[in-house]
T-cell receptor
Framework: GQQLNQSPQSMFIQEGEDVSMNCTSS?????WLWYKQDPGEGPVLLIA?????ELTSNGRLTAQFGITRKDSFLNISASIPSDVGIYFC??????????????FGTGTRLKVLA | DADVTQTPRNRITKTGKRIMLECSQT?????MYWYRQDPGLGLRLIYY???????NKGEISDGYSVSRQAQAKFSLSLESAIPNQTALYFC???????????FGPGTRLTVT
């Protein structure tokens, strides 16, 4: 079946550093969603992307819909301790367009060192 | 108050028992979803419903059933629980033709 590769799987960074993570697939996607999940909680939607090349920000977070439509990137600028958590992407393959079905990445676990 | 609520938040049950997980939402969304989350795997869709009269199987529906009692309520049942159904279960909602999905806080289910 279709899969999303999300990298890195985990990362430790110093407070104040910028963070980058990405999701890639061999399939073309129509929509990308980025979520953050804290321990014991449900995923919280951060950013939604709808067009190839689209760049969208939400505070210190910026996400991009890759030009090839097979990838997406999330950047966090000037990280702070509360950025700790698991970030994952969800992509809607073009083959399931209109069904609102998503494939979810396995997540990037972010740890921020104060 | 949370827009999407799930009950119970934690449940331990024995193999062979029937169990129901419930989801309620106050977002006014017409579409609701049940997902399962396992360590090292992405969220997987169990069932989804686009309105009260519409129920659809997801990629891992075997061993599960659902009921959409009202626009705001969507419940997931395990008819005869087995240990490999131990997982985190999430309900999600979305509105009409919008693609964003909003998740509840999850239910941690353990089947012994």
């Amino acid at each position: 079946g279709q899969q999303l590769n999300q990298s890195p799987q985990s990362m430790f960074i110093q407070e104040g550093e910028d963070v980058s993570m990405n999701c890639t697939s061999s399939s073309i996607f129509n929509t990308w969603l980025w979520y953050k999940q804290d321990p014991g909680e449900g995923p919280v939607l951060l950013i939604a992307l709808y067009k190839a090349g689209e760049l969208t920000s939400n505070g210190r977070l910026t996400a991009q819909f890759g030009i090839t439509r097979k990838d997406s990137f999330l950047n966090i600028s000037a990280s702070i301790p509360s950025d700790v958590g698991i970030y994952f992407c969800a992509g809607q393959p073009s083959t399931t367009s209109g069904t609102y079905k998503y494939i979810f990445g396995t997540g990037t676990r972010l740890k921020v060192l104060a | 108050d949370a827009d999407v609520t799930q009950t119970p938040r934690n449940r331990i049950t024995k193999t062979g028992k029937r169990i129901m997980l419930e989801c309620s939402q106050t977002k006014g969304h017409d579409r609701m979803y049940w997902y399962r989350q396992d360590p090292g795997l992405g969220l997987r869709l169990i069932y989804y419903s686009f309105d009260v009269k519409d129920i659809n199987k997801g990629e891992i529906s075997d061993g599960y059933s659902v009921s959409r009692q009202a626009q705001a309520k969507f419940s997931l049942s395990l008819e005869s629980a087995i240990p490999n159904q131990t997982a985190l279960y999430f309900c999600a909602t979305s509105e009409g033709h919008r693609y964003e999905q909003y998740f509840g806080p999850g239910t941690r289910l353990t089947v012994t």
